[in-house]
């Protein structure tokens, strides 16, 4: 259903928006989880070791689709809450279709370089090599489908149905999870089987989305529509923040570069890593969640000029965030051994990826706070800001590790000991952006007029 924001208990209407949020990106997640799960159980731990090493390209590509889809969603939530519903159907069109051109762009990008990116960029271990490069490549060629996909659930956000893309990825998850057991399993189609399965799933997930957002809301028809002014407002409120995602991805893939390097030293570095890094997803989701939904729950009441709903949501999202993350970490923690073991892997894997897990557990308010302050300031069209804090951080963070490295201060540890240093730094720039104001002024439905 479509959501009103702009009136009602501030911490029960992000709730209750933020929850389908919440669990729509824990089933994305999950379709990386369960290929990990059953190549690392049904095939062996270096297949598994081999679809982990693809894990920051596949985060890098999710990263730009998701970043352009804020624009979108900044768009369309202060459209929806301006009242200026008669722009909304060139919006959502010119939406689909930026999306859907990028997306083409990065699957051709990403077959054609999958091969030069896992061996020279990410320093692959040759043993992995061969089923890395034929896994990542049949992904990158459904890549088209997972940025039509996120322009879909970027627009239902803004009118404030969270639930729709909930059910969307409910089924394909279902299917990915179906899929892969028949691939992996039955056909003995190994990586290449859990990586069919997920294009497979997505494209369903694209159909159905799609079919439901034309028939659900009557003022999306009417047409094929293309705007190239809102298409440049959204490609200037969503670029910044795909950069953002995007260059954090790489950050990740550095991080995956300085695990590999371990690879002759450390055995099992690299599936231990990748497990542990699965894992702290899944709280990375919870934490985004509540961020998305502030998101939205901001780009409607700045368009209604409701900076008092604004604030108080705020201060709703930091207790509701920070005590979900809390509990989770806690769970976590004790339970650390238990849930990595999930991957199928061997006793000194098993151990290391413990390790990670327990560690980023201690750390996981810090990145709740900040990215809580960070979604005030996108909702409020404060992109760029967002961006700088988030950037500046993670060239903190890869300097700090490999420094540390190089200079024998500290061994493959620094791949995870870094990342609280960074969120440190960006909460910091983020706290004394919206302290100061300034992101009032952001706001972007009154600058648009249709063409």
């Excluded at 260059?247 to 991080?255: N, P, W």
């Excluded at 009441?301 to 709903?309: E, L, S, V, Y």
């Excluded at 979900?324 to 098993?350: P, Q, R």
Aim: hydrophobic share 50%.
């Amino acid at each position: 259903m479509k959501r009103d924001m702009t009136n009602g208990k501030e911490w029960k209407l992000i709730l209750l928006f933020t929850l389908p949020i919440i669990a729509g990106n824990l089933l994305q997640q999950l379709y990386n989880i369960i290929d990990g799960i059953v190549v690392g159980n049904f095939v062996s731990e270096l297949a598994f070791a081999s679809v982990t090493t693809c894990t920051s390209l596949t985060v890098l590509y999710l990263c730009i689709a998701t970043g352009l889809s804020v624009g979108v969603s900044v768009i369309t939530s202060q459209y929806y809450g301006a009242g200026k519903k008669e722009d909304l159907p060139v919006a959502i069109d010119t939406a689909v279709i930026l999306l859907g051109i990028c997306g083409l762009a990065v699957s051709v990008i990403g077959v054609l370089l999958s091969p030069f990116l896992l061996e020279n960029v990410l320093n692959v271990p040759e043993e992995n090599l061969p089923q890395s490069i034929l896994y990542m490549r049949i992904y990158s060629a459904g890549l088209f489908f997972q940025f039509i996909y996120n322009g879909i659930a970027a627009t239902l956000r803004g009118f404030g149905d969270s639930k729709a893309t909930l059910y969307f990825l409910l089924i394909a998850t279902l299917l990915n999870t179906g899929l892969d057991l028949l691939f992996v399993i039955s056909f003995r189609w190994s990586v290449a089987g859990a990586a069919y399965a997920t294009v497979l799933a997505q494209f369903i997930c694209v159909v159905v989305s799609y079919i439901y957002l034309r028939k659900r809301f009557p003022v999306v028809k009417g047409g094929r529509h293309w705007d190239g002014r809102i298409a440049a407002t959204m490609a200037k409120l969503g670029l910044p923040i795909a950069v953002q995602f995007g260059v954090v991805a790489i950050g990740s893939g550095s991080m995956q570069r300085l695990v590999n390097g371990f690879d002759a030293t450390v055995p099992g570095i690299v599936a231990a890593y990748g497990a542990g890094i699965r894992l702290d997803n899944l709280v990375f989701v919870l934490i985004l969640g509540f961020q998305s939904g502030l998101v939205s729950f901001t780009g409607q009441n700045i368009g209604a000029g409701r900076i008092d709903r604004v604030k108080r949501g705020l201060y709703s999202t930091l207790v509701m965030s920070l005590s979900a993350t809390i509990i989770m970490s806690v769970v976590f923690f004790l339970n650390a051994e238990a849930v990595v073991s999930f991957f199928g892997l061997e006793a000194g894997s098993l151990q290391i990826g413990s390790e990670i897990v327990r560690f980023m557990c201690f750390f996981f308010w810090l990145f709740s706070a900040y990215q809580s302050l960070g979604g005030v300031l996108q909702g409020a069209g404060d992109t760029i800001l967002t961006s700088f804090a988030t950037l500046s951080g993670l060239a903190f963070r890869i300097t700090f590790a490999y420094v540390t490295v190089n200079l024998g201060l500290i061994d493959h540890s620094a791949a995870w000991v870094s990342h609280p240093l960074s969120w440190t730094w960006s909460s910091i720039i983020v706290c004394i952006r919206y302290f100061s104001g300034r992101w009032k002024n952001k706001a972007v439905a009154g600058e648009l007029k249709r063409g």
